[in-house]
């Protein structure tokens, strides 16, 4: 057929299907310019993930998803080394984040705070120098627990604290904190902070940012020995942790000074490899397990259930346990002390974190051993049931935490 | 993880030699699993056939994750970017501060002191990725601690990658 007649017949086919979608169809309104969907109201399982962006660590963001049905519902881009709180009273979120500006990385760091309901930039609090020089643990900012003081940790490498009073949105200077690390917040305006030698520096704040009072604990961990993994959660007041080992250690802020609990065991003490044999038919999980990840400990307030992420050492080989990607989450009764479930992973989990509300959600931050490709998966905290996933969820995804807080 | 999946990794050597050198760590330390627990005797000749003797008295592949040196690293390895194991790559300034590993030498047998130092100053080289935590430990012990940002104190502040210095042998055992 010449071409000029097969174009014609072409034309005319595409006219005469026009013609016909058109008939017994009213055409599409035209739509307005310029809208912003507004942010739905939030879910009982809705969370905020970190995207650390690992291969441009200049472009972090936090992502928010909804769990229920594996949609995203809205981003903030976080520049480097972020972290995130809320405010008590729901209104806003406080980002601290540095700045790494053109290729050559000139470092500036903010507190951005937005607006939550609309996720719009409410206000910026510029921090003087580029100190914040921690990449990932969450506890190196502290919203004190009535909302009042941000409290950002800075290293230099000497250790201090920058004292943020959010309702006037001011620095209101620094405290040295020699020796000692991180921030976790107390039941009143205060912050304890992990020192090297396995004590606790414990500071309280008066309302308008000046420190009222400090104390320094014993030691109640050995860094030596068995150090203590900086990513704690919190229960009613009461901090967890765990160390290397898998011992659990509580904490109680709730008062003056820390008062701290006997430790306890996540998982079997007794450190006898498996035998060969065992370790095959057993897919390598005879033997000792440990506790690893990134966001290793997450907890359900309602049924006060302490969740672990832990791997066998067979895996592991004893190497690095303690950032060592999970193959199952251990979930413990914390009052009785004791394991009472085992949840296994379709992938290997470097985060979890479970919803607060009557039927929780355990949401995982994992990476498929076949494709090395990161997943964000869902589970039903309390039967282990593997529910969904969302996909595309980003480079690394860690720091798991609610709409409404940690 | 599905018995499936576990048979598909176990038989497929080729691929898990690629897991061994990723850019992901953490996911190469499962891949070393599977291999260490069951698949050993087949993988350590040919482990060995890659070993490329760089520096004197060390054995292996110093652009793989797994040479002894970069036990407690975190970051892109120098030698894959332009540096080696311990320089820097040409146009970038090694930061002033670091963190200390100790790591086994598997050639003698002994302990080393190493200096991890980034090298700051232009972008990420986003090449042969490599995070290990052995010695490693929280930053409230920061001078053995890998998640700072030490090019912080360096005008520029972009992290190309890192070298491990040996430092020298450690007095005592880990």
Same mark, same amino acid.
Not at chain 2, 62 to 72: E, G, L, V
């Given at each position: 057929m010449p071409h000029s007649i097969s174009f014609a017949l072409s034309v005319l086919g595409l006219m005469l299907g026009v013609l016909l979608s058109h008939v017994g169809h009213a055409d599409i309104a035209a739509e307005p310019l310029n809208r912003n969907r507004p942010l739905d109201p !939030?879910?009982?399982h809705w969370a905020w993930y970190l995207d650390f962006n690992v291969d441009d660590i200049a472009n972090s963001r936090f992502v928010l998803f909804d769990a229920d049905t594996a949609r995203m519902k809205g981003s903030l881009g976080s520049g480097a080394f972020p972290t995130m709180h809320a405010s008590p009273d729901g209104r806003f979120y406080y980002v601290a984040e540095s700045w790494l500006r053109g290729p050559r990385r000139i470092r500036e760091d903010f507190v951005t705070i937005y607006d939550? *309901? *609309?996720?719009? =930039?409410?206000g910026i609090i510029e921090l003087p120098?580029?100190?914040?020089?921690?990449? +990932?643990?969450? &506890?190196r900012t502290v919203l004190t627990a009535d909302g009042s003081l941000l409290l950002v940790f800075n290293f230099t490498p000497s250790t201090s604290l920058t004292v943020i009073d959010l309702a006037s949105r001011t620095i209101k200077g620094d405290v040295p904190t020699p020796g000692c690390s991180l921030a976790y917040p107390t039941s009143s305006r205060g912050v304890s902070m992990i020192c090297g030698d396995g004590s606790l520096l414990t500071i309280h704040f008066g309302s &308008?940012?000046? %420190?009222?009072a400090q104390h320094r604990s014993k030691p109640f961990f050995n860094p030596d020995k068995d150090p203590l993994i900086e990513n704690g959660v919190s229960l009613e007041g009461v901090w967890y942790f765990t160390t290397y080992g898998g011992q659990a250690h509580s904490v109680d802020l709730r008062g003056e000074e820390p008062v701290f609990g006997s430790p306890w065991p996540l %998982?079997?003490?007794?450190?006898k490899p498996a035998n060969f044999l065992a370790s095959i038919f057993t897919m390598g999980k005879a033997g000792p397990w440990l506790p690893g990840g990134f966001q290793i400990l997450t907890v359900h307030e309602p049924t006060r259930r302490l969740y672990a992420l832990t791997h066998p050492i067979t895996w592991s080989e004893?190497?690095?346990?303690?950032v060592f990607p999970g193959a199952e989450v251990w979930v413990y009764d914390i009052d009785e002390q004791k394991r009472i479930d085992r949840i296994k992973l379709r992938d290997v989990g470097i985060s979890i974190h479970v919803t607060p509300d009557e039927s929780p959600l355990l949401l995982v931050g994992a990476v498929? =051993?076949? @494709?090395?490709e990161f997943r964000l998966e869902v589970y039903?905290?309390? +039967?282990?049931d593997f529910l969904r996933e969302l996909e595309e969820p980003g480079e690394v995804m860690f720091h798991f935490q609610g709409v409404s807080g940690r | 993880m599905h018995l499936n999946r576990f048979d598909d990794l176990a038989a497929d050597v080729s691929r898990g030699l690629a897991r061994r050198t990723s850019r992901r760590s953490f996911t190469s330390k499962v891949g070393v699993w599977l291999f260490g627990a069951v698949a050993a005797p087949l993988l350590l000749p040919v482990a060995r056939g890659r070993a490329?003797?760089?520096? !004197?008295?060390e054995e292996g592949d110093?652009? *793989?994750?797994?040479? /002894?040196?970069?036990?407690?690293t975190n970051g892109y390895l120098c030698e894959c970017c332009g540096g080696s194991a311990n320089e820097c790559p040409p146009g970038t300034t090694m930061s002033a501060l670091s963190w200390i590993g100790t790591c086994r030498?598997?050639? &003698?047998?002994k302990n080393y002191l190493i200096s991890y130092n980034d090298c700051c100053g232009? !972008?990420?080289?986003?090449?042969?990725s490599c995070s290990r935590h052995e010695s490693e430990t929280p %930053?409230?012990?920061?001078? @053995?601690?890998?998640? =700072?940002? /030490?090019? +912080?104190?360096?005008? +520029? @502040? !972009? =992290?190309n990658c890192t070298v491990a210095v040996v430092l020298g042998a450690a007095e005592d055992e880990v």
């Open positions: !939030a879910g009982a939550a *309901s *609309s996720l719009q =930039i409410d120098g580029a100190r914040r020089a921690l990449m +990932s643990p969450r &506890d &308008d940012g000046t %420190v009222l %998982v079997d003490q007794n450190k004893g190497k690095g346990d303690h498929d =051993i076949e @494709t090395e039903d905290a309390e +039967s282990g | 490329e003797d760089r520096y !004197a008295g110093p652009r *793989s994750c797994d040479y /002894w040196r970069y036990c407690a030498n598997p050639a &003698d047998g232009t !972008a990420q080289c986003n090449r042969c %930053v409230y012990r920061a001078g @053995t601690a890998n998640d =700072i940002h /030490w090019c +912080s104190a360096n005008e +520029s @502040t !972009a =992290i």
